[in-house]
């Protein structure tokens, strides 16, 4: 069965510093993956998603995710925070199958002044 | 165009009711997956329909069941409440099935507190 793992449950960022969330999957083959946002009392904003191709996909709100089959993971990034991207992050993969979409514990985004 | 919209926001039954939350997906959307987010459990997927039949269904009771109509609106249910049952229900709509090159827009769910 596909799973996902971030290991980190929460990360304080400075406004303004670089940002690099930490997703690792278990899948057999080539996943679909996902990066949705989650701000306190709204539903799942997709950022990003990788199909195949280049492995290095561009998204909304300035994030960029990179994917890297030898390591499993599919690290999301950008390169200068703003206090409105804290929110909480999820990492999702789908196999293609029939088990939907299979999301990550999350990772709670603090932004500090 | 409008997004999915899920009724009603919040809900507040006793164990052992019943209880139905409706989901609207976007027009044109064929497939309404439903999620049920806890703190403790995170985000699991609870079932998919395609064309007003259930293509696939995740690992829960069969207290949970869902339906979807011919207009694409989604119905689930969850019968004999337990406390477990709190959280969010989260919708999401695409336009074609889960397993393919679609992506699914969330509605903002619906809050369901068991006491």
């Known amino acids: 069965a596909q799973s996902v793992t971030q290991p980190d449950i929460h990360i304080t960022v400075s406004e303004g510093a670089s940002l690099e969330l930490r997703c690792n999957y278990s899948y057999g083959a080539t996943p679909y993956l996902f990066w949705y946002v989650q701000s306190p009392g709204q539903g799942l904003q997709l950022l990003l998603k990788y199909f195949s191709g280049d492995t290095l996909v561009q998204g909304i709100k300035g994030f960029e995710a990179e994917f890297k089959r030898s390591q499993s993971s599919f690290n999301l990034r950008k390169p200068s925070v703003h206090w409105s991207d804290a929110a909480e992050y999820f990492c999702?993969?789908?196999?293609?199958?029939?088990?939907?979409?299979?999301f990550g514990k999350g990772t709670h985004l603090i932004i500090q002044p | 165009k409008a997004g999915v919209t899920q009724t009603p926001r919040y809900l507040i039954k006793t164990r052992g009711q019943q209880v139905t939350l409706s989901c609207s997906p976007i027009?044109?959307?064929?497939?309404v997956s439903w999620y049920q987010q806890t703190p403790g459990q995170g985000l699991q997927f609870l079932f998919e329909?395609?064309?007003?039949?259930?293509?696939n269904k995740g690992n829960f009771p069969g207290r949970f069941s869902g339906r979807q109509f011919s207009n694409s609106r989604s119905e689930m249910n969850v019968s004999t409440l337990e406390l477990g049952d709190s959280a969010l229900y989260l919708c999401?709509?695409?336009?074609?099935?889960?397993?393919?090159?679609?992506?699914?827009?969330f509605g903002p769910g619906t809050r369901l507190t068991v006491l």
């Open positions: 999702a993969v789908e196999g293609g199958g029939a088990d939907g979409l299979t």
């Open positions: 329909y395609f064309s007003e039949t259930q293509r």
């Open positions: 027009s044109g959307h064929r497939s």
């Open positions: 999401a709509s695409s336009i074609g099935t889960s397993s393919s090159y679609n992506e699914q827009f």
